[in-house]
């Protein structure tokens, strides 16, 4: 009886140990984003531009959401996001979205013409303190269909429960002053750490720093909760990746250099490397007052 005892705490022993080597091997034990999720967030993501009202140009970044229609299931509308600065500095009524086609296998690059304005009034539901902006999308041509679900928006809920705070892993898309990741206009992607403590309540907390390289042409870009091998509801998900919309970008972080160093003749920027992002609950209940 000993025996077979002493047999299964070695075989329960190596099960842990296999369990453990799995979860090592897996690509979220690695800080792997799963390729599924890396496409459909790259193609949700898109390059705005326009000029201001003296002419010079202006870049953003804006992505797709998805809201269910509840009265018609399995419909949605389509909504673009950005930061309200980056519609209310255009000086003409119309912006240029870089989107792209899917014919086959092979993605072309679109110009689409979306107007944010009339005659200088906006179209668009916004929050000018929070600078978060959000307009329905008539549809995109071609076959794909950009947009994550707006249930993806971590709520303060969201961040209690998978203990979202400083340290967590974040993934920025966007386009910095204007690169693409292609001629096709797919956006680019840095990663980072949230900088801030604490994160939540969002009520008292709709901001918080990301020490990520932020620069023009950013603002109003996706930012990524990454969260491999999650903790919640009293059990750790091995191999597991969770992801959540984080919110977006507003602003980045930076000094006069002349105001630290008197001497300086040039007045040029010193950037300390830090991003602000809007929580995702500020743009949820920008969405919910879109009728």
């Known amino acids: 009886m ?10 329960f022993t190596l099960i842990l140990c296999m369990m453990s080597i799995i979860a090592v091997l897996s690509p979220a034990a690695h800080g792997q984003v799963p390729a599924d999720e890396i496409s459909a967030i790259a193609q949700s993501t898109f390059l705005i531009s326009g000029v201001s009202a003296d002419g010079a140009p202006l870049l953003g970044t804006g992505f797709v959401l998805i809201r269910e229609d509840t009265k018609n299931p399995g419909t949605g509308n389509y909504l673009l996001i950005t930061a309200n600065h980056v519609f209310k500095e255009m000086g003409k009524d119309e912006v240029t979205i870089s989107g792209r086609s899917l014919d086959g296998d092979k993605w072309t690059k679109l110009e689409l013409q979306l107007k944010i ?4 009034v906006p179209l668009y539901q916004y929050d000018d303190q929070k600078d978060v902006a959000a307009i329905r999308l008539p549809g995109f041509p071609g076959t794909a269909r950009p947009g994550f679900s707006t249930s993806l928006l971590a709520t303060n809920e969201d961040l209690v429960k998978y203990g979202v705070n400083m340290g ?18 797919f956006p680019l992607m840095r990663s980072g750490y949230v900088a801030s403590y604490p994160v939540s309540p969002t009520s008292d907390y709709p901001t918080f720093y990301i020490d990520s390289p932020i620069v023009p042409g950013n603002s109003g870009g996706p930012v990524l909760f990454f969260l491999p091998n999650p903790i919640y509801d009293n059990a750790i998900h091995m191999g597991m990746t969770k992801i959540l919309f984080a919110g977006l970008i507003t602003e980045w972080r930076y000094f ?30 920008l969405i919910d007052k879109i009728p």
């Open 168 to 185: 967590t892993q974040v993934f920025v898309l966007g386009y910095p002053f204007g690169f693409m990741s292609n001629d096709v206009g």
């Open 2 to 11: 000993k025996t077979k005892i002493h047999c299964m705490r070695v075989s």
């Open 256 to 285: 006069p250099q002349k105001a630290l160093i008197p001497s300086i003749k040039e007045d040029s920027i010193l950037s300390v490397q830090l991003g602000v992002v809007v929580q995702a609950q500020i743009i949820k209940d």
């Open 117 to 120: 304005k009339e005659n200088g």
